[in-house]
Structures are given as C-alpha cells and as structure tokens.
C-alpha cells in the first residue's frame, strides 16, 4: 500500500502498531466458526508449508492477493489486499476471506485506533505474528491454536483503513517486539511467505514522476458544478472536500446508460480503493516530488492500476451521475487537506 494512502485519513501511522492494547490475560477460548469448503474462487482453501507447520494467514488461493516486498512506510510489514481483476462479488469473498492462525501457538486480542480490530499470535516458533484491520475476531484472548485454525476475519477497521480496501496488515518479530510500537517488523514478512511458501511478492518501483501541482477539472463536461463546497463539506463527509456533480439541464440531456470521462489533474503516480464502504471507488494519483495527492471518489469505472504513471489530461476512469450522483475531489499538498476549488479554473464550457 503507498506511503500516501494512509494520508486519507488525515494521519501517517507509526512503523508498527501505534496505540494498541497490550494482551488481555487468558480466557475461554469461544466456539469457532468452521471454513467453508473451497469455492471455485477458492475462498476456504488453506495453503501449508511442506511439513503443515506453517499455514498462509488467509484462507482462500494465494493467487487472489497481492503484496509488495515492504510496507508503505518502509518496514518490513506487508498489505496482503485483492489483486486486480476481480469484478464486484469476487471482491467482496476475496476481502472478507477468513483468516487463519500462522503456526501453533497462544492468540491475544490486541486492538488500536490505528490497526483496528487485531490480535498478536505468539507462535510456538519463539516470534509474534500481528493481523491487523480484523473484521472480526474468532478467538478469545490467550486461547492456544493450531496452524490453519480460523482466528478471524479480513476488513478494514481502523482509522485509515475505513477509507480504503479491506486487507490484512501482517508483521512479523520476536516475542514481544512488536508491542506498542517497542520496534519495527524485524522480520521482512514478504519475505517469510517466499522462503515458507514460495509465494512471491509484487515488485512495484515507484516511477519516477517530475514535481506537479493540480490543475484543472476532473470532468469537462459542461455544466459541471460544484454541489458541495469545501467549507460545507466539513459538517457532511468524513473527510472535506468538493462535491462535483451536474446542473438539471446538463443531466436531463444526459442518458442514464452514458458515462463522462474522468481524467488526471496531476501528473503521478496511481492507486485505486476499489468499492470502498465509505466513498465508492476511489482513485488516487501522487506526486512524491511535491508532495501532492488528488483523490477523485465515487467513478464507475477505472481504466488505470495501482503503480501507473499518469499525466495530467490523461483519461483514468468514467462516472455516471444518473447512477452515482456526487463526484468527490480532494487535494492533499504536504500531508494537509486543502480547498480544490482555486485550483480548477474555470468551469467547463464557461464563455462557450
């Protein structure tokens, strides 16, 4: 997951598990919920080492997923999220997948405004293995677990997280290590799965973008306006921003089966939160070099993947308004959210 995916949330997280709880003493261990049989998807399948002492974390086909060799910050946690390719129902079983206990080991509920719902597994092997964003969680506190057992569920909890993809955020150090922060992932968790499992990671280079600035409207079509200004949207969306939508006549004149084209106010680099709860589809482009994101919420359709390099002008999704009324623009510039509206400039069709 980019550096500034997390930035949606107006916060960076720390390396590790910022503003968790520490383990809860031991309790019974509830009744667990049992994996569905495979699907086709393969969601309920379980992938074991050769001598099954070491299980992947979620149970579904590994091939469903995709992570990058280190995490966004740098550290050596990874964001196992759904690959691309997946249509909407796909999505949903792949991101809502059960998750299952790494090794043997003594499983401890362990949550915080930044991961969510979590929980820390001390593996008999002498490390700790966190999950993070939990849906939900199957286990009670210090109850003892085999490899494969079902502890929970992938989703997106959390402060940051609830604007993005559900997925599961996984790190692995020594005993103790990864409590409140004491240290980074000591241990490259991508790099575990390949040496346990041979699955490998998505290599992704960040391009190497020249410095940008926004400019301009994300939608040319005329009539365009602003619904929801800057200053009003901070009482009605989690987040300021514009709300961009059509005036009447431009809507009318539009047939409910047409798309307007959606395109890149900024030259950058690309992520799209597919089918987020909160803002629908969401398309990010970042420009490290000035430290400017655009998030463009509630498209249709992207045409673009996460690690693409785009320019401004450039044509990276559609939206219908007669399905999905409301189009949101938001600008980040060092980490702060800022009012879009001086950048766009004049309103589409004006002086036509």
Request: proline share 9%; charged share 15%.
């Amino acid at each position: 997951m980019p550096l500034l995916l997390l930035i949606l949330a107006g916060l960076l997280l720390a390396p590790g598990l910022a503003a968790a709880t520490q383990p809860a003493t031991a309790t019974p261990t509830p009744a667990l919920p049992t994996l569905p049989t495979p699907d086709s998807l393969g969601i309920g399948e379980i992938t074991f080492n050769s001598n099954r002492t070491y299980a992947f974390p979620v149970a579904a086909a590994p091939t469903l997923y995709t992570w990058t060799r280190y995490h966004w910050d740098g550290t050596n946690a990874v964001d196992i999220e759904a690959r691309f390719g997946l249509d909407y129902d796909e999505f949903l079983a792949v991101t809502s997948a059960p998750l299952v206990a790494m090794t043997s080991g003594t499983v401890f509920a362990y949550d915080g405004e930044a991961g969510g719902t979590g929980c820390i597994l001390q593996g008999d092997d002498g490390l700790d293995y966190y999950y993070g964003h939990m849906s939900a969680r199957w286990v009670a506190d210090g109850a003892r677990v085999y490899a494969g057992q079902p502890i929970g569920a992938m989703g997106n909890t959390g402060q940051a997280a609830q604007f993005i993809e559900p997925h599961l955020h996984f790190a692995i150090g020594p005993r103790g290590s990864l409590l409140q922060n004491v240290e980074p992932p000591a241990v490259n968790a991508a790099e575990w799965l390949f040496l346990t499992f041979g699955l490998d990671w998505d290599e992704r280079t960040p391009p190497d973008v020249p410095p940008s600035l926004p400019s301009g409207w994300p939608v040319r079509e005329p009539g365009i306006e602003i619904v929801t200004t800057f200053a009003d949207s901070t009482e009605s969306l989690p987040q300021p921003a514009i709300t961009l939508g059509l005036d009447d006549t431009a809507l009318a004149a539009l047939t409910p089966d047409n798309a307007l084209d959606v395109y890149a106010t900024l030259d950058g680099e690309i992520n799209v939160m597919r089918w987020t709860a909160v803002y629908g589809t969401r398309i990010q482009i970042a420009n490290r070099a000035s430290q400017a994101t655009v998030v463009i919420s509630g498209v249709n359709e992207w045409l673009v993947q996460d690690s693409d390099e785009v320019h401004k002008g450039d044509l990276i999704a559609r939206w219908n308004p007669h399905l999905s009324p409301d189009l949101h623009y938001m600008i980040f510039q060092d980490s702060v959210i800022i009012d879009p509206t001086p950048l766009l400039g004049p309103s589409p069709g004006e002086g036509q």
